[in-house]
């Protein structure tokens, strides 16, 4: 039964296409909506166009940007010899997050995962070759996601890279900080005392 | 630090905004738009346009709606003399889906609340009185939530309709079907008792 009519049952259906919104989610986001001054829908719609054909990627590090260069790739005080893979701009965004980390990124839009269907090519490793050969650069920080794609992604990526005798490392698998080892799993406790370090002291 | 650029971070503020969508799903929900084809983006965004600006109050029973009178009120088949109040149109909605009720309905867009400084000249209230001054109606449902704003709101309402000498009743609270007694609170459980029935045998 239609009870909200076709505008409202068809925002309820966009909303709910969205990842994580459900039914109830859907219907509370739409009367929301509805509820605002006419400013708001017109913001939140606005900014969903803007950001859909406003944003490009980064000819240098293929990260989502509005300015080509984007801002890391054209700040001159950065480390430009050392350059993280990463699979996301928001791995990027998380890794600017610690305030750690003054090299470039070079965003992979995702990992290899023949499960779904996602290759090497459909990756943007063929950028980060030909940025490497015409660019000087010291290492390569392996950032994929600490699961079975990231790691076959960092695998495959050094793997390519082991001809040109660069730095290539992998970001450390070890126990979180702020953990409890009670609860850590197996895999990482393994991990923790394989790469285990000396106490410098 | 600035790492996703304005378009972006207009997008991730615009969903944050939305009720129940916090920083991270925020951002994902933004990275889900820049990621999909742009009529995809452009759907959801005129959804949002149309839902907010073709959206009005149905002059009959105040339910949100494309036409007026609403596709309920304007349905001969219903039975108009029994008018159920509810406070918003989800709750009408809900019973809708029941398929057990073939009344019309009256939505409040709420229920007094002192707290949030909505008082009675903030909900439909006026609107059911000249409805059923104007009409022959029979009986009121209040259908207004089973917490303190919908009590307190239904009181209201059966106070104000007394001298019309109209049948008003309220839903049944009881043990809702399914549930564990165990887990029942206690006022609920009192209300059990209080509204037992005769079984019919």
Same mark, same amino acid.
């Given at each position: 039964?239609?009870? *909200?009519?076709?505008?409202?049952?068809?925002? =309820?259906?966009?909303?709910?296409? /969205? &990842?994580?919104?459900?039914?109830?989610?859907?219907?509370?986001?739409?009367?929301?909506?509805? @509820?605002?001054?006419?400013?708001?829908?017109?913001?939140?719609?606005?900014?969903? /166009?803007?950001? +859909?054909?406003?944003?490009?990627?980064?000819?240098?590090?293929?990260?989502?940007?509005?300015? %080509?260069?984007?801002?890391?790739?054209?700040? $001159?005080?950065? %480390?430009?010899?050392?350059?993280?893979?990463? #699979? %996301?701009?928001?791995?990027?965004?998380?890794?600017?997050?610690?305030?750690?980390?003054?090299?470039? *990124?070079?965003?992979?839009?995702?990992?290899?995962?023949?499960?779904?269907?996602?290759?090497?090519?459909?990756?943007?490793?063929?950028?980060?070759?030909?940025?490497?050969?015409?660019?000087?650069? %010291?290492?390569?920080?392996?950032?994929?996601? &600490?699961?079975?794609?990231?790691?076959? $992604?960092?695998? *495959?990526?050094?793997?390519?890279?082991? &001809?040109?005798?660069?730095?290539?490392? +992998?970001?450390?698998? @070890?126990? &979180?900080? @702020?953990?409890?080892?009670?609860?850590?799993?197996? =895999?990482?406790?393994?991990?923790?005392? #394989?790469?285990?370090?000396?106490?410098?002291?």
């Amino acid at each position: 039964m239609n009870v *909200y009519g076709e505008h409202i049952n068809r925002l =309820i259906e966009e909303f709910h296409k /969205l &990842p994580g919104i459900g039914g109830k989610s859907a219907q509370r986001l739409a009367f929301y909506i509805i @509820g605002q001054k006419e400013e708001r829908a017109e913001a939140l719609a606005n900014a969903i /166009l803007a950001a +859909r054909r406003g944003v490009k990627y980064c000819s240098v590090c293929c990260a989502l940007t509005d300015v %080509d260069p984007c801002a890391i790739c054209s700040n $001159t005080k950065r %480390d430009s010899r050392t350059i993280m893979v990463v #699979e %996301d701009s928001r791995d990027m965004a998380a890794y600017e997050r610690t305030n750690e980390y003054i090299g470039n *990124y070079h965003v992979l839009h995702g990992a290899i995962s023949p499960m779904n269907g996602v290759g090497p090519n459909d990756l943007r490793i063929k950028e980060l070759l030909s940025r490497v050969n015409d660019n000087e650069v %010291d290492e390569i920080i392996l950032a994929t996601n &600490p699961n079975v794609e990231g790691e076959a $992604t960092a695998m *495959y990526i050094s793997r390519l890279l082991k &001809p040109l005798e660069l730095n290539v490392t +992998r970001i450390a698998h @070890g126990v &979180p900080v @702020g953990g409890d080892l009670e609860f850590v799993d197996d =895999i990482t406790l393994a991990r923790s005392l #394989e790469g285990r370090r000396p106490i410098l002291s």
